[in-house]
């Protein structure tokens, strides 16, 4: 069982920056690969990034290529996602996920965090 808490949203104007952290509970968080998803309002949910279990290997949307970094550190059971020039269509919920092989879609991911709200602003 893994428990997923993310933090780190907020309001921002577009340009800006915000970090996103993704605090796992339980002891096999480095087995998981661990992912962002993010789910505007009236649109589906949609793949933002993920990376390996131990961190060698990431992959990320074509939209956010260039801007968004994920990273973790295993030694904190944390997650995170660096957003730089941040967009008005970046605006949606967060989450994070945790699941067991890299995969852009949804059903496969095992637990998923709460979300947290990013609001960007033009």
């Not at 800006?16 to 002891?27: E, T």
Request: overall charge positive.
């Amino acid at each position: 069982q893994v428990h997923l808490v993310e933090s780190g949203g907020g309001l921002v104007q577009a340009g800006g920056s915000l970090r996103l952290s993704c605090a796992a509970s339980g002891r096999t968080f480095s087995s998981y690969v661990m992912a962002w998803f993010r789910q505007a309002p009236g649109k589906e949910r949609e793949f933002v990034a993920d990376i390996s279990w131990g961190g060698t290997s990431t992959y990320y949307a074509d939209s956010v290529k260039g801007r968004f970094t994920i990273s973790r550190d295993n030694s904190k059971n944390t997650v995170y996602l660096q957003m730089n020039s941040l967009k008005p269509e970046d605006t949606a919920v967060y989450y994070c996920a945790a699941g067991r092989k890299h995969t852009l879609v949804v059903a496969p991911y095992d637990y998923w965090g709460q979300g947290t709200q990013v609001t960007v602003s033009s």
